[in-house]
Every structure is written in C-alpha cells, then in structure tokens.
C-alpha cells in the first residue's frame, strides 16, 4: 500500500504538539510510504511510520543532510540539540509521533516506508516565517577551562536577552547551548555578539552568515575570543612616528570611548569620540585608532613629546608618544 500525501513539515501545530510529546505511543497498522517535502533552513516535522530499522538523531541528519536536530525533553522540559560531527553525544531515538526541529542546507524531498502509525495524522500546511533562524545552537569546545565551572551563554545583541539553556555531557570538553522560539520569531541575526562566561572568564564571537545557514555555530574557546579582565591602553605604534600612528587598546566592558591628545604642557589638541563600542581587543590597524599626526581644525603637528588619554565609563589611562620628523 503506498500513500502519496505529502506531509507539511513546518507546523506550528507539531510544534505545539509533537514537541511537548502529547502524543502517546501510536499504535501501527498497514505498511506504507510517506513522502515530506522539507524546505532549505528550519523544518518541523515527525516521523510517519514505524521503521523496520529505528531512526536516530544521527541517522535522521545523514539521511537529510541535515547539520542540526533538535527535540524537547518532556520530562525536563529541555531542548535536547544534535549536530554532526560537533556535538554528538546526545544522539537520541526518534519515535512515531515525537516532532523534532531539523535544519537543511537545500530543499529535499524524503520518502519514509514502514508501519503506519494510526493515531497520528498530518496537521494543516502552515506558512513558514520568512527564512528566520528560529532555532540555534551553539556547540563550544571547553578543552582550557575546568569542566566543573558552571557556562553562561548570551546573545548580547538582543535586548533583556535570557541566557541559553546549555547542556554539557560528563567526560566531554565540548558542551551546547539551545535557542528555540516556538512562535517562529529569529532569535539570532548575522553580527549577533555571543558571549561565554564561565567564572570570571569570558569569550565573545560575532556570528557570521555561515553559522546562521548552519543554524549553529562552533566555538573555540581560544586567547583570541578572550576578553580581558581590565580596561587598558596599550602602547602606539609605530613610536617615534611620522606622520600617522595607531592606538591600540583593551576593553573590559561595553562602554562609551574617547580619546584626546595633549601637547607636553598640557593643551588638548586633539579629541576622537568613539561612541559606545563593545568589550574586545583592539589591537590591529583594522580595529585600533588611528591618529593622523593632525589637531581638530586639521594642522599638522610638529615634532616633540604628546600624551594619549583614553576615557571610557570606567577608567582613565594616559600613555607619552613621540612625533619625530
């Protein structure tokens, strides 16, 4: 017997539904095939039938190609997340009725054949959101912490934003966060900041176009995602200069930044409002200030011995540097 029903995958209704697991154990009937046609991104959807061989978080994503499978913990009430080849020791069974969240790389159209179950029926088509990323994980190797220091994980972009429910596997280094808004609503956006804390610790990484395809991100908690535990002003270089320089320096914390430049007795020549700018690192020419050896009205100083102020909401620091033509 072969059914040619095509079962809408992206439903609200599973999601309501299939997620919180308020379905119970269907009974089986007549053998059959399903087909589902899935959509490039996020997808809802339930397995139809009863397999001959049993179907896993790790076999649903070969079979999809899929790099995320998400499903609710009922008990817990917990999102539970598998990602290929990043996270996978929380590969769960999938049963009839249970609805995951699965995200896709490009449309694909898979066909299931086994027991069909009879006491689950496909929910009305729903209109997808747009192409949001309603769903995300972030899988973080904690290979250089101590894996007993609790982990904080925060999207830092978004306003009143909650931490993300994070799971961690005893004797792994890697843990995962979860982000699932049932509603369908984007809970990440390209140049999202996401900050890790775990004790005084913390890395922050800017999320890039491929992450948000992947609906994951991977990251290394590595001394170059760092952020220092004190606001300083490092030393300019090149120093001796002439005629440009730049101006690196360290921030602990979002803050509002301003940099003035002082002749060695003392008279403000120069002054840079750099608005609110978030914690890092700021030490390349891309990203440290640049100074171009000119005063405010745009006259080119002479040679001899300047002061750097740097102001932030929290500290003041000054450092001497030398122009010598």
């Not at 689950?120 to 007993?148: E, G, Q, Y």
Request: avoid cysteine; charge should be negative.
């Amino acid at each position: 017997m072969h059914f040619s029903d095509r079962i809408p995958s992206n439903l609200e209704k599973l999601l309501i539904q299939n997620l919180s697991n308020s379905v119970s154990t269907p009974a089986v009937s007549k053998e059959g095939s399903f087909r589902i046609e899935l959509l490039k991104g996020l997808n809802m959807m339930s397995i139809p039938v009863k397999t001959s061989t049993p179907i896993t978080a790790k076999s649903l994503a070969q079979q999809l190609d899929a790099t995320l499978v998400i499903r609710l913990d009922a008990d817990n009430q917990e999102f539970v997340g598998y990602v290929p080849d990043h996270f996978e020791a929380t590969n769960f069974d999938i049963s009839g009725g249970m609805g995951v969240i699965v995200n896709l790389m490009a449309e694909k159209e898979v066909t299931f054949t086994g027991q069909v179950w009879d006491n689950v029926s496909a929910a009305p088509t729903a209109k997808p959101l747009d192409s949001s990323v309603w769903a995300f994980s972030v899988v973080f190797d904690r290979s250089l912490t101590s894996p007993n220091v609790p982990v904080l994980i925060q999207n830092m972009s978004l306003p009143h934003s909650q931490p993300y429910q994070t799971t961690t596997v005893t004797g792994s280094q890697k843990g995962m966060a979860i982000a699932v808004d049932q509603s369908q609503h984007s809970v990440v956006n390209v140049g999202d900041i996401i900050q890790v804390r775990m004790g005084n610790q913390r890395w922050r990484y800017r999320l890039s176009p491929q992450d948000l395809e992947n609906a994951f991100a991977h990251l290394l908690l590595t001394e170059d995602l760092r952020l220092p535990n004190q606001t300083t002003l490092l030393q300019n270089y090149p120093n001796p200069f002439n005629p440009e320089t730049w101006i690196p320096f360290h921030l602990a914390y979002d803050s509002q930044v301003n940099i003035e430049i002082f002749t060695i007795d003392g008279r403000r020549i120069r002054s840079m409002d750099l608005g609110i700018m978030p914690a890092g690192k700021y030490i390349d020419r891309q990203q440290s200030i640049h100074w171009n050896g000119r005063t405010d009205v745009g006259e080119r100083v002479s040679s001899g011995i300047y002061y750097i102020r740097l102001w932030t909401d929290e500290v003041s620091a000054m450092r001497r540097m030398v122009i010598l033509k």
